[in-house]
């Protein structure tokens, strides 16, 4: 098998299964009896970069996961174990090259048919792949094996690499020249690659041109021979950012995300390992892109929660980004409008406080929903979309709630209508004719009487972007309205689709959930509307008014990009809320002093770190028991300085009763491995009483 290396793949007996192997470490002696070991069956010819063997062994331990799960992370896509080992095929294709032979029979020796003449000739330029010569001149593969047989040309496969399709949004990128504050910016940037030391905080205005900064940092690690890899928080971003930086360097971009085709994901993969590619553009999972010689990691919009993995291992890239670009000696750039409190505090700031056109930031009006009549538009939003119905425009709408209605309830009996497997409302979708769980997906159809007293008058509680877009469509026809949500998306229409019609109108409304705030650059929108702005609000979590700003902020930043100005308008019914406040001024220095001086006083993150720990199962005494055992072990072997708190009931979720421990701590590595211990030593109980627990470290 020759020498083994940190990082090989390997073939491995293991019962009667070939399973995948993955080398994390090399030693002469063994613990294991000898007639224990077995011998790999084979190596693959591809590898893991050694770098990423470690983040994805440290990954597990962080985010009280396992080895196995942590390295899963690092491997070339599609790679895998199971009764066999899985990979992808590489794609071939046929190339035919012409013999000194058929030259001279190009040149009139031998006889040669119409279509034998129109393929050399084709040939006769260089070596063509037979995909191309079947278009250009009619060759198939058995006209070509002909020729072969004389002596003609000859052929050899090569593999073909599969590029993922994007679709170009916006125009091809223009050079621009960097104000002053994006120029400062680059320079302590590139100062920070040639010492390759170095974390910041871009923070700037929407439309402030970072994407101007984090592509002039990414030309200066390549011009020093080194690779970069830049987040963006939603696949549906990635194709502009990569045309963007496409049309910057060029080839050397390579894409990765899980939609892509399994073969494209994998040569893409192998286009970074090789070198051929040196940047790799992508949501989360690309902060596993095997890049040799890392200098640059970026993290755009870095407050978005979605950076964030919500199944095992439920890492955050962001740290992930912060580890790899440390161990690396890369340098580590985050930008956003709304910083998190996080990165205020650990990070070198960048400001950039204008937008670069040197255009206002558009006024933000707040809108208090306690006096207003019961719909779901205020009489002021009403009177600015009419004013866009006469002046033409377009506008962008939030409601971060999706169908027609909240919930519904009997009017006569009180009835509410509710998840059979969760504690949650049944929410209306009155395009499809049915109640839907938002959690589990249950769904049936509309009820049109109460089954406890068989009334047939059912209040329609609270409106979500459906019947806001209906309603907007009455109003303002014959503006189009076009809706942006988890169901349109489902329905078939991708974000670019609706976004790319949204762009074309003439004037329109966009409305949508919290996807219509993100990243997009439309310069024509002159109007934005947050309904329901401080929703979030009433979730009790620490992160609720954090949430609040950035999602107005956003939102305010897709307005008044261009000649017409802008203005956003704020629905909400605690209109005193920092978050809200703050938000209404474009304050996110005020908005964090504020909310680092709370998150002191209550000793969470930046403060602390949390660990989240679920009890779940069918049975609800055994939930309570299992979490209650759960809880002692983990309280009596705690550091000093941790705190737990719980355990606390959840709202029962896919049929299984939950409860909840928080644990609170400034020591984290031995918080985590008290944790991990309590969980080991609960598993064997709460197995048997079929509990299951989770473990989440910084729980978002
Ligand atoms: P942000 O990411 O901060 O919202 P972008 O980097 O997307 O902003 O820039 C917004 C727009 O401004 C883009 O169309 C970009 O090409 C343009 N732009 C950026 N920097 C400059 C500059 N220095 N001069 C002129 N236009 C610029
Ligand atoms: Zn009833
Ligand atoms: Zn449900």
């Known amino acids: 098998m020759g020498d083994l290396e940190v990082g090989a793949l390997l073939e491995v007996p293991f019962g009667r299964q070939r399973v995948l192997g993955l080398v994390v470490g090399l030693s002469d002696a063994s613990d294991v009896p000898p007639d224990k070991l077995v011998e790999p069956i084979a190596s693959l010819d591809i590898t893991v970069p050694r770098d990423l063997v470690e983040v994805g062994l440290w990954l597990g331990e962080e985010y009280c996961s396992t080895p196995a799960r942590g390295l899963g992370l690092t491997l070339p896509p599609g790679v895998g174990g199971g009764k066999k080992i899985r990979r992808p095929k590489a794609r071939k294709d046929l190339l035919v090259e012409l013999t000194l032979g058929g030259r001279e029979a190009l040149g009139g ?103 101007e900064v984090y592509m002039a940092a990414v030309e200066a690690a390549l011009d020093r021979g080194l690779g970069a890899i830049v987040l963006v928080p939603e696949i549906a971003l990635t194709p502009q950012t990569e045309s963007r930086f496409s049309d910057r360097v060029g080839e050397q971009v390579a894409l990765l995300h899980s939609r892509m085709s399994a073969g494209a994901r994998y040569d893409e993969w192998r286009r970074l390992f090789s070198g051929d590619a040196r940047i790799c553009v992508g949501p989360r999972s690309a902060v596993f892109a095997p890049i040799r010689d890392l200098g640059l990691i970026v993290v755009d919009e870095e407050h978005d929660p979605s950076y964030k993995q919500e199944s095992d291992p439920r890492y955050d890239a962001r740290e992930v980004a912060a580890r790899r670009a440390e161990e690396a000696g890369a340098v580590l750039i985050t930008g956003t409008a709304t910083p998190r409190p996080e990165s205020w505090v650990a990070l070198e700031h960048l400001e950039l406080p204008d937008r670069v056109d040197g255009r206002p930031l558009p006024p933000v009006e707040i809108v208090d929903m306690r006096s207003a009549g019961s719909g779901p538009l205020h009489p002021r939003t009403l009177e600015a979309f009419g004013e866009l119905a006469e002046a033409g425009g377009k506008a962008i709408l939030l409601l971060n709630r999706r169908g027609w209605a909240g919930y519904l309830v009997c009017r006569s009996c009180g009835h509410p209508w509710t998840c059979p497997s969760c504690d949650v409302s049944l929410v209306m979708h009155r395009e499809q004719g049915l109640v839907r769980c938002h959690h589990c997906g249950h769904s049936e159809p509309m009820p049109t009487d109460c089954p406890e007293c068989g009334s047939a008058t059912i209040a329609q509680v609270g409106a979500g972007t459906q019947r806001v877009a209906d309603e907007l469509e009455r109003l303002l026809a014959p503006l189009p309205v076009f809706r942006m ?216």
Not at 600 to 625: K, M, N, Q, T, W
Request: hydrophobic content about 40%.
């Open 485 to 700: 949500d988890a169901d349109t998306v489902a329905a078939g229409s991708s974000h670019a689709q609706v976004l790319g019609d949204f762009q074309a109108a003439d004037s329109g409304v966009l409305v949508g959930t919290q996807m219509v705030a993100k990243g997009h650059d439309f310069p024509d929108v002159t109007l934005a509307v947050v309904l329901d702005a401080d929703g979030a609000l009433r979730i009790p979590d620490f992160r609720s008014e954090e949430r609040t700003f950035s999602l107005i902020t956003q939102l305010a930043g897709r307005c008044g990009r261009g000649e017409g100005g802008g203005r956003v308008l704020v629905q909400a019914l605690s209109v005193g809320s920092p978050s809200i406040v703050h938000a209404s001024s474009h304050d996110s220095v005020g908005f964090l002093s504020g909310e680092l001086e709370r998150r002191r006083d209550l000793g969470y993150p930046p403060f602390s770190h949390l660990i989240d720990l679920v009890c779940s199962a069918p049975d609800e005494a055994a939930v309570a028991e299992i979490s209650g055992v759960l809880a002692a072990a983990v309280s009596g072997s705690l550091p000093a300085s941790a705190e737990m708190l719980g355990p606390a009931p959840l709202f029962r979720l896919r049929d299984r009763h939950r409860r909840r421990l928080m644990v609170k701590t400034e020591n984290r590595p031995a918080t985590v491995e008290a944790v991990r211990d309590a969980v080991e030593r609960t598993a064997k109980a709460a197995s048997s009483r079929g509990v299951a627990i989770s473990v989440d470290v910084d729980p978002q």
């Open 109 to 211: 020796k031998g006889r040669l048919g119409s279509r034998q003449k129109a393929i050399l000739r084709a040939v006769s330029g260089g070596p063509r792949a037979a995909r191309d010569l079947s278009a250009e001149a009619g060759a198939d593969r058995a006209g070509i094996r002909k020729l072969e047989q004389r002596g003609l040309v000859t052929t050899s496969e090569v593999e073909r690499m599969r590029r993922p399709e994007t679709r170009r949004i916006g125009a091809p990128a223009v050079e621009v020249e960097l104000n002053e504050a994006q120029a400062a910016a680059v320079g302590r940037i590139v100062d920070a690659i040639d010492s390759r030391d170095g974390s910041f905080l871009i923070h700037g205005v929407t439309g402030s041109g970072k994407t």
